[in-house]
């Protein structure tokens, strides 16, 4: 990182740059204004900002790449909990649980997005989908980490840390803080969770130009998910996961409400196959769902996104009439700290951003603020999938939808998908079957054994159970009690 103090060199280095005009309302500006411009600009090196306006350039008209093979990933590097035999599970499991006893185990939170498809103003973590408990996502991801570490200190009768990496972005990073701090740290001790930023990089026009969006401000994005590594390496996250003595990471997005913190059956899975990277997926609901599919192009193991798929390549199915690409990736990531140092160290040059097309708002040549109707603008962003491609030995692993995957992605409204009434569905439902699996009784409520899993659907009664009580289902010695833990509504 690079340092200027006068105008005079900030000026010769975006001239260098190709992108003075950034400039172009600098004597408008206050002091205020200049030095937060500087400071924006401050990080980057004239060559390595040209390359980035220029890849965004050449991206907007890609040459038209080569039809390359597509398979779906081969059986034998699949696991499934699903599928899987009970005692297989619980062999995987008991493996989980052994490393998250030995205090080898840590979690990794990817929270710097925007959010913009959810439209709240602040970080989606902090969102209340309307649960009874009035929890939020990062609450109830909280709670699963302590009952995570509890269950394994039953289990082996030492306490044990699995800590807690939250990368954040300029948007996200101080409500984070706050929001946490104000809470208790949910009754997590502070210095187990570490919050560090992901770095922003400027949008840039269609022109090849980095967009102003006020006089004395340019347009900055989050350098995508994939933007995990350089933060690693920048905040020195892997020096403290290496002092800890963590070898193998879990690493999710925020927006998943079944979300298994640290979950020991994946782990376990990983472990006992010897992977350095590992994917857990889901089998798509249809075409269209807006999921990254994992495969093989090239015979190399990758996420082929739905924003990059097409269509007649998503609709393809099988003989038996399932879809080909089926593997829907739910951003579930399993990681050993060695991949992630390789990947730091030697790998992560080599991520090739992808360029999404956006509504950016920006000041025209008279300095007047306009918001667009249609896309203006790129953004460059890498993608935190984009290194299984340098795994030695991957390995993916099914899991089920109904106990596993309910994303937060949009606003509520009628019959939309994936929005806060969905994920409190699937919540509530899930817990609904947790009870009765259990031997729990409603009283007045006969739930006829259809009803279970209706998704779409309210559930019949409203039940929810604290991550406190259980972790996944499974029914503790004494714990397992309607009163303060269990939220009910007949
Ligand atoms: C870059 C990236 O990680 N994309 C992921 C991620 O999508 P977003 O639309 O970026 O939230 O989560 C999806 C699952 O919710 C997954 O299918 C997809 O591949």
Redesign the pocket.
Known sequence: RVSFCTVHELKQRLEAAGQAHVLRFWPELAAGERSSLAAELRPWEPRELRAHCEAAKRALTPARPPARPMEPVPQQLMGSAVRGHPEVLSRWEQRGFQLISENKVAVILLAG?QGTRLAVPYPKGMYNVGLPSGKTLYQIQAERIRKVQELAEVKHGNKCTVPWYIMTSEFTLEPTQRFFAEHDHFNLDKSDIIMFEQRMIPAVGFDGKIILEQKGKVAMAPD???GLYRALADSMILEDMDRRGIRYLHVY?V??ILVKMADPIFIGFCAEKGADCGAKVVGKTDPSE???VVCRVDGIYQ?V??SEVSQEVAEMRDEDGCLTYNA????NHFFTLDFLKSIAEEFEPKLVPHMAIKKIPFVDEQGNRVKPEKGNGIKM?K???DVFQFAKNFVVFEVSREEE?S?L?NAAGAGVKDSPVTARRALLWQHQRWALRAGGHFPNHQIPRSDWSEESEEPPLVCEISPLVSYAGEVQQGLWQWGKWVHLRC
């Open positions: 997005g995508g998910n994939g997005c927006d998943n807006p999921v990254g996420v996104e739905y829907g990736n739910i951003c962003e993608f935190v999938f995957f994303p992605k």
